[in-house]
């Protein structure tokens, strides 16, 4: 049976997957995109139905095309969905949608991998794992099945409708996190979120959004994250953009805990620390709103001056008398909803690409198996990696990477065109 081949292979056709096509077509390089899904698929169907991007337009979008309308809007995530398939279709993108990667290993004994598809084999000469940052939704086990409380990661939210009635209680204050908490809030639930540390932004300052103010601070560019403790990063483009302040939910009615760390007899048990935990957040939005301001100064920049965003609201008495002991049934709390993020799973990916921890071990995406490349990691180069624009100036990186290992490839010494008869040029 003959086998189809392919020079490179791109596994996945999210926004990854997709700037991977484009910079592989402007270098001509014969490539196939394979997705197991749909175009897209995560910001389809792995996301809460009231979801709209990080950032604006004019900013979380690829340089080769503008999304309509205003530029300054939040985009919903279905029209994000179509802006990928619509930019997928204007690069006229090889993409096979609704065909699984099941395994990936080393040809042996020649160059190239033998990919298992759900169907049928491929050999490629190169693999980009495009599969996404998010791959896998995390959450710990400590509130047991036999509990009898509805729970779900936030990947399987979708809106308030779909929990069963009475209190909810959201873990954790990243991006999901609050806007989840903040939904909920406003569909009239009664609502608990678990607060762990945390960097929160001014959505906008001095007239300008925040993903302005990371660029120009160069802060999309930052190679790793500023601390090995993992703090989430809490903004929301919902109502038009505003900034995250957990205080601000707590006047509009919500109780902030602090991280849930146990459970017995029904009730969880919390850790100390809510309080510092919103001081450190309040430390990251203040120290920005300073970098903002000497960048202002050192340029002389005309921009308008903003007294009121250093109003940091009092505390609530959630957190000068925090609550340590959550007895559920006694709050009427029936369902939790997981904002705990992510893990990877590269279970199909079978060749020396990974430490002995099992994560990816790359250099800006070159992976140590030759031949593999991994796109859309976060922090793959830097801060901007797993975002809508960042990706795009990675995946040049990496068609930049693989064409000129292509020319290698390709290389003929001149005795060797001797004695073939052809030279290195039209080898
Ligand atoms: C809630 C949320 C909100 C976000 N909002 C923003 C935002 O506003 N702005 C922004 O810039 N970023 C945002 N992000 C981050 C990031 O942009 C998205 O996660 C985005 O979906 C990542 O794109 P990707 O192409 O890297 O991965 P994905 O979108 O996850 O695409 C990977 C694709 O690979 C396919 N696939 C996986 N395994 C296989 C396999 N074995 N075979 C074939 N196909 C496979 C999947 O079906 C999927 O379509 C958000 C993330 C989350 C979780």
């Known amino acids: 049976m003959s086998?189809?081949?392919?020079e490179v292979l791109v596994v996945g056709?999210?926004?990854?997957?997709?700037?991977?096509?484009?910079?592989?077509?402007?270098?001509?390089?014969?490539?196939?995109?394979?997705?197991?899904?749909?175009?897209?698929?995560?910001?389809?169907?792995g996301r809460w139905d009231s979801l709209v991007a990080n950032g604006p337009a004019w900013h979380d979008r690829f340089p080769g095309r503008d999304f309509e309308g205003d530029q300054e809007e939040f985009v919903g995530k279905e029209a994000v969905a179509?802006?990928?398939?619509?930019?997928?279709?204007?690069i006229s993108a090889p993409i096979r949608c609704g065909v699984e990667v099941r395994e990936v290993r080393r040809l042996d004994g020649r160059p190239g991998f033998r990919v298992e598809t759900s169907e049928?084999?491929?050999?490629?000469?190169?693999?980009?794992?495009a599969t996404g940052p998010f791959q896998r939704p995390v959450f710990p086990k400590v509130v047991p099945d036999s509990a009898g409380i509805v729970q779900m990661h936030s990947a399987d939210y979708r809106n308030p409708a779909q929990l069963p009635e009475g209190a909810v209680l959201v873990v954790g204050a990243g991006a999901s996190g609050a806007q989840i908490a903040e939904e909920l809030l406003e569909a009239g639930r009664r609502v608990?979120?678990?607060?762990?540390?945390?960097?929160?932004?001014?959505?906008?300052?001095r007239g300008r959004d925040n993903v302005w103010w990371l660029g120009v601070l160069n802060k999309w560019d930052l190679e790793g994250p500023s601390s090995n403790k993992h703090v989430t990063f809490a903004v929301s483009g919902a109502h038009g953009g505003q900034t995250v302040d957990f205080r601000r939910l707590a006047a509009q009615g919500a109780t902030l805990v602090g991280k849930a760390k146990g459970f017995a007899d029904g009730v969880l048990a919390i850790e100390p620390g809510l309080a510092e935990n919103l001081a450190s957040g309040d430390e990251n939005y203040l120290s920005v709103l300073d970098?903002?301001?000497?960048?202002?100064?050192?340029?002389?920049?005309?921009?308008p001056e903003e007294p009121e965003a250093r109003i940091v609201l009092p505390d609530p008495e959630c957190v000068t008398n925090p609550v340590l002991e959550l007895d559920l049934a006694k709050e009427g709390i029936t369902s939790i909803v997981w904002a705990t993020g992510y893990g990877l799973d590269f279970?199909?990916?079978?060749?020396?690409?990974f430490d002995e921890t099992g994560k990816p071990q790359h250099q800006r995406g070159v992976s140590s198996e030759p031949?593999?490349?991994?796109?859309?990691?976060?922090?793959?180069?830097?801060?901007?990696?797993?975002?809508?624009?960042?990706?795009?100036?990675?995946?040049?990186?990496?068609?930049?990477?693989?064409?000129?290992?292509?020319?290698?490839?390709a290389y003929r010494a001149p005795s060797e065109a001797d004695a073939s008869g052809t030279s290195a040029e039209t080898a």
């Not at 801060?383 to 290698?408: C, K, L, N």
């Open 3 to 6: 086998v189809e081949k392919v």
């Open 13 to 45: 056709a999210g926004q990854a997957g997709i700037a991977m096509s484009e910079h592989l077509s402007r270098q001509d390089i014969p490539h196939l995109v394979l997705e197991r899904a749909r175009i897209a698929e995560k910001w389809r169907s």
């Open 82 to 90: 179509d802006y990928f398939e619509a930019y997928a279709e204007q």
């Open 120 to 129: 049928g084999v491929i050999e490629a000469q190169s693999v980009v794992a």
């Open 192 to 205: 608990f979120i678990a607060i762990g540390p945390h960097d929160r932004p001014p959505r906008r300052y």
């Open 291 to 303: 970098e903002a301001d000497a960048w202002v100064a050192r340029n002389g920049a005309d921009l």
């Open 347 to 353: 279970g199909w990916l079978n060749v020396d690409a």
């Open 371 to 409: 031949g593999v490349y991994f796109l859309g990691l976060p922090w793959l180069s830097r801060r901007g990696s797993s975002f809508i624009w960042g990706v795009w100036h990675d995946a040049r990186f990496v068609a930049d990477h693989i064409a000129i290992q292509r020319s290698y490839r």
